[in-house]
């Protein structure tokens, strides 16, 4: 759910024709000042937040005077909501209110439609009134086909109580706003309240639109940031995961820092064996699972840091960057990775993606790792074989160990742990020779020391290479598809070769998978 | 009998020559399914896995037979258009395996198959399958491990999550009780087929003694099974397991449809109207298997 802000929704209903208040965006006390003043009338200052209920915060101000305007904008910008700062606001002319309605669209999952919902008594009311009196509220289900039609809109205007031309100018704004909502693709919209003025004509005096996060990219003139839903902007590692996940459609990634519990426990130094201190780096697999997972942690006591789910059969490429931007959350004293247990998608990939992360990491906490279903053995093995001598204990588990029994672990092996925490190092990972030779992958590079291959006998990296893409030449490992079929998806960034190599052979295999921005965003810790 | 697929059930695979198509078609085969062809546009006449593969649903029809049910695995974008081919062509029931099909798409899909009297699972599903009989998307895996991992006998899973409906089967196969047929319904928050709707089928079906469901936070999809029990439309008795607890609102697990509305559709309201109704709601997954076999022993004695 891509939410979209009150003067970006006003802005949409005013290109379907729907009348707004007249006014402008402010950033400073200034601004406010000058957008009075050109307005030229009293004003109201609304801050620009996703967060509901701004009336009650005091983030809505009327001024009667642009020096007014200027003083309580002063008030306003720089206002602290839910850990975010208001930098925005909207200036816009009082209306003088004659009556206020509420006008909205809903998805009804029940019927598989959108429904128009509207209600000839609005304002900050209107919950209370749906609860109450629910036959104040009239609505109609739409037929996305035919779209919504002026003789439905009167006739829900009619059923609301609406008569004369009122009836028929709400009728033409309802049937605006579908198309306003329809255009962007938004799952939801609201206009409360919908204004009848005194000048006898229709306004949208507040709306907010939340965009369908699957369809944000065929609106790319809406501007939207991160297609989903969040009611704060979202963190800068949210943003660098972001970008991970946008680039690379192979299984899904989704990341989440989950603020309130670091605004909630404050710094962690000196938290002694209170476990309401503990925070853990949480990797899901699987939106249920991942939920079942979570509960397990959360009910040992621990916190977690973050949200996290990889799953859809992601490469393990993509679990690889997970773990660093999980592991770049500072603090953590343990890391579990649990999803529903009995996986469809192929778990080797994701245990070769952990075990690049964790020893690039050095990785010092205690980590469990559920790995259940599909390949779970192969998956166990990986993990056992490859992560014994870093300094934090991982242990793996499948499908018959239940998250309960694996939490438990968790809680075993950070006590076992003496209070270690994760402290976010920025440890490069070691960089292949300059012009060695190598091949592009749809996300990163593979690069071979030649030197080092010829050395080895085994060329166990053709053997690992589950795609098949690699051959010797003249002794040497080269690709045995073009470097192009390679670079669209031939090379699946299993990691398989690069693993194989390290601990086999002479680890002449380096493969890059570069997360732009969070290099910087380590050092800026 | 299971619901809405069995060994008979004649399939295609819409986008049989792409990546997932080609691999969950092996595993459609390997496990006993009745795949009758294939559709990827320009590729007509190649084969996979054995399978032909045709320009068009209709050229399907017409050189193989009666289609029933299309399994549909192109990207996301294109799943509107094979949808409404599928169901111009009068397929009866469609599996829409993608992930990330914008709501509109969805809601056009869904007032077609409407005009159809056709229905659809998904989007966002890994599938549906029949123990011993048939699987349709990707549930398993593998066939050698859906065959391990899933007995047939007396009990419906609906489920919300793929992860969860694989693993709720698989706990309850290895206690030894045995499924009709399981069904990840998708986790978007408009599904052609939702929990109410798999229910009615598991009432109707003979084989069905006990059904299992879970929910998630969001949707309104676990209030109207209770609603169904209620007013006496299901009579089956029913498990259910919600996830979310630990959801805070605004926070979305994965799922578009996981959201906390203004307390329609949280995890306590969920919870609530289904003991309300009747349901054994439980805590933990550990607790299906056992709360099974409590009540499918119940059953017999009476």
């Given at each position: 759910m891509a939410k979209l802000y009150e003067y970006q929704s006003k802005k949409l209903l005013h290109d379907a024709g729907i009348r707004i208040p007249q006014g402008g965006l402010a950033g400073t006390p200034e601004e406010a000042r000058e957008l009075a003043e050109a307005l030229g009338k009293p004003v109201v200052l609304k801050i620009q937040t996703w967060v509901t209920g701004r009336a009650a915060l005091g983030g809505i101000q009327f001024a009667e005077t642009p020096e007014e305007a200027e003083e309580k904008a002063r008030g306003l910008l720089g206002l602290k909501v839910?850990?975010?700062v208001i930098d925005r606001i909207l200036v816009e002319e009082k209306l003088a209110i004659r009556a206020e309605y509420f006008a909205g669209l809903v998805m009804d999952d029940a019927r598989k439609v959108p429904l128009l919902v509207f209600s000839s008594t609005g304002g900050s009311g209107v919950e209370e009134i749906a609860r109450h009196s629910p036959d104040k509220i009239v609505t109609i289900p739409i037929d996305v086909r035919t779209g919504l039609r002026e003789f439905e809109t009167r006739d829900l205007a009619h059923k609301a109580g609406l008569t004369g031309p009122i009836q028929l100018q709400v009728a033409d704004v309802l049937v605006r706003l579908y198309k306003a909502a329809r255009t962007v693709e938004a799952r939801s919209a609201e206009v409360n309240p919908l204004v009848l003025a005194e000048d006898g004509n229709i306004y949208a005096a507040d709306c907010h639109l939340v965009v369908?996060?699957?369809?944000?990219?065929?609106?790319p003139e809406l501007g939207i940031e991160i297609a989903r839903e969040f009611d704060r902007p979202p963190t800068v590692l949210e943003k660098i995961a972001?970008?991970?996940?946008?680039?690379?459609?192979?299984?899904?990634?989704?990341?989440?820092?989950m603020a309130e519990n670091r605004a909630e426990s404050g710094p962690v130094e000196g938290a002694g064996a209170d476990a309401d201190e503990i925070l853990i780096g949480f990797h899901g697999a699987g939106g249920g699972g991942s939920m079942m997972s979570m509960d397990a942690v959360q009910a040992k006591g621990f916190k977690t840091a973050n949200y996290c789910d990889t799953s859809g059969n992601p490469p393990a490429?993509?679990?690889?960057r997970a773990a660093k931007i999980i592991l770049s959350q500072p603090g953590l004293r343990g890391y579990f990775a649990s999803g529903s247990g009995v996986a469809s998608q192929e778990q080797y990939n994701s245990a070769r993606g952990l075990v690049k992360?964790?020893?690039?990491?050095?990785?010092?906490?205690?980590?469990?790792i559920r790995l259940g279903g599909n390949c779970e053995e192969e998956a166990i093995r990986i993990l056992?074989?490859?992560?014994?001598?870093?300094?934090?204990?991982?242990?793996?588990?499948?499908?018959d160990d239940l998250p309960e029994f694996c939490a438990g672990r968790m809680e075993e092996l950070i006590r076992e742990s003496g209070g270690a925490r994760h402290a976010v190092g920025n440890i490069p990972p070691p960089a292949p020779p300059e012009g060695c030779y190598g091949f592009d992958t749809l996300t990163g590079r593979v690069s071979f020391n030649h030197d080092r291959c010829r050395k080895c006998v085994s060329k166990a990296c053709v053997g690992a290479c589950t795609p098949g893409i690699l051959k010797v030449e003249n002794d040497l490992p080269v690709l045995a598809v073009s470097p192009e079929d390679a670079r669209r998806g031939k090379c699946t960034e299993c990691l398989a070769c690069e693993i194989q190599c390290r601990f086999h052979e002479r680890a002449a295999i380096f493969i890059e998978l570069p997360i732009p921005g969070l290099e910087a965003y380590r050092k800026s810790l | 009998m299971s619901i809405l697929v069995d060994e008979r059930s004649r399939v295609i695979i819409q986008g049989i020559t792409g990546r997932e198509g080609m691999a969950r078609t092996r595993l459609m085969k390997e496990y006993g399914t009745n795949v009758v062809g294939g559709v990827t546009p320009g590729r007509g006449g190649q084969?996979?896995?054995?399978?032909?593969?045709?320009?068009?649903?209709?050229?399907a029809r017409e050189k193989t037979g009666p289609v029933d049910i299309s399994v549909i695995f192109v990207p996301a974008a294109l799943v509107r258009d094979a949808a409404l081919e599928a169901l111009a062509a009068d397929v009866k029931l469609l599996v829409l395996v993608p992930d990330r099909v914008p709501i509109y798409d969805v809601l056009e899909i869904a007032r077609t198959a409407e005009d159809k009297g056709a229905r659809f699972v998904g989007p966002n599903t890994l599938g549906l399958l029949s123990p011993g009989k048939a699987v349709l998307g990707m549930i398993g895996g593998r066939a050698e491990r859906a065959r391990e991992w899933f007995l047939r006998g007396p009990v419906g899973v609906s489920s919300r999550s793929g992860g969860m409906t694989s693993s709720i089967a698989y706990y309850l196969s290895k206690a030894g009780i045995g499924l009709s047929t399981i069904v990840h319904v998708g986790g978007d928050p408009i599904i052609g087929t939702s929990h109410p709707e798999v229910m009615a089928l598991f009432q109707d079906d003979p084989e069905t003694k006990l059904a299992v469901m879970f929910g998630e936070i969001g949707t309104t999809q676990e209030e109207r099974v209770a609603d169904l029990i209620q007013s006496g439309r299901f009579t089956k008795p029913l498990i259910a397991y919600i996830g979310g607890k630990a959801a805070k609102s605004g926070t979305r697990f994965s799922h578009a449809g996981a959201i906390v509305e203004g307390g329609r559709g949280s995890y306590e309201t969920k919870v609530q109207r289904l003991r309300e109704a009747g349901a054994h709601v439980v805590d933990a997954i550990a607790d299906i298997p056992k709360k099974a076999a409590e009540l499918l022993a119940t059953a017999t004695e009476a």
């Open positions: 839910k850990a975010y369908d996060d699957y369809a944000v990219h065929r609106h972001y970008k991970v996940e946008e680039k690379d459609h192979r299984g899904t990634f989704y990341f989440l820092e490429s993509k679990v690889y992360a964790f020893i690039e990491e050095g990785l010092e906490i205690p980590a469990v056992a074989a490859y992560l014994k001598r870093i300094p934090g204990r991982v242990e793996g588990y499948g499908r | 084969e996979v896995e054995g399978v032909p593969v045709f320009d068009s649903v209709e050229e």
